[in-house]
């Protein structure tokens, strides 16, 4: 039988602003990607984000992204590796101790935005992700980009790894994901990001934005739940998966 889990990003609200419909989206998904207060969330969100992911039977994992709110982490930022490194094991740290306290297993780890984007391309700074991920626990693993150099760095390391694919995400011929600055990046049409889901998890296959047939590998799929629809559109991926016999599982499960 086919197994894909179903991971969202979560905890991004911070302060008095509130960010997502995080107590909507959890029953929905199995595995929580907690902002830890870089790019979104704080002390309080987190602590609570776990305590709902508990509730809900949700496996927990850090989101760690650059020090940017402002940007919401999606920006650029010129760190080194070793500066890198330091900035995943503080995050990481962090959310683990509100795991403990609940007596939660953190189970993985996905890095965020620009973080995420430059571990998929850049070899040096996937493995200071990499080596930060192990240094914390070598049983967690570390969810990246479909065929990225990521993965690739975070399998020498000899971590668990996790190929992600995204629903509402358009792709380039060489497996990146089209820029969100450029036209058409974004699939707005439920329907097709369904059907693209299916294929992907299914036949391992995708259509590249240019129009190449390329292959993918999906282990776990990223959905959005802040949008106008974002629910009812988790809710049809899972049907749909569903319906065609993939089971929906946790990470490890």
Request: glycine content about 10%.
């Amino acid at each position: 039988m086919v197994k894909v889990d179903l991971n969202c990003d979560l905890g991004e609200s911070f302060g008095n602003y509130k960010v997502g419909n995080d107590e909507a989206v959890l029953p929905l998904i199995t595995s929580a990607n907690v902002a830890c207060g870089f790019h979104a969330g704080d002390e309080n969100v987190m602590a609570q984000t776990v305590k709902y992911a508990k509730q809900h039977n949700v496996s927990v994992g850090a989101h760690p992204g650059f020090p940017d709110l402002q940007g919401f982490g999606r920006r650029n930022l010129d760190m080194s590796p070793e500066e890198v490194y330091h900035m995943m094991v503080y995050q990481i740290g962090a959310l683990k101790a509100f795991c403990d306290i609940e007596g939660v297993t953190l189970n993985h780890v996905k890095p965020h935005g620009a973080l995420y984007q430059m571990g998929a391309i850049d070899r040096d700074i996937a493995r200071a992700i990499a080596e930060a991920v192990y240094a914390v626990d070598p049983k967690l693993y570390l969810v990246g980009l479909s065929n990225s150099i990521q993965l690739e760095e975070a399998e020498k390391v000899g971590l668990p790894t996790a190929s992600e694919v995204f629903a509402d995400r358009r792709y380039e011929k060489d497996g990146q994901l089209v820029s969100r600055r450029k036209q058409g990046a974004l699939i707005e049409d439920t329907s097709e990001a369904i059907q693209q889901v299916i294929r992907m998890v299914t036949e391992g296959k995708t259509t590249a934005i240019t129009g190449e047939e390329i292959e993918i590998k999906a282990d776990t799929i990223c959905v959005h739940g802040d949008g106008a629809h974002a629910l009812e559109f988790v809710k049809q991926i899972r049907e749909q998966l569903t319906e065609v016999g993939v089971k929906i599982v946790k990470l490890g499960g």
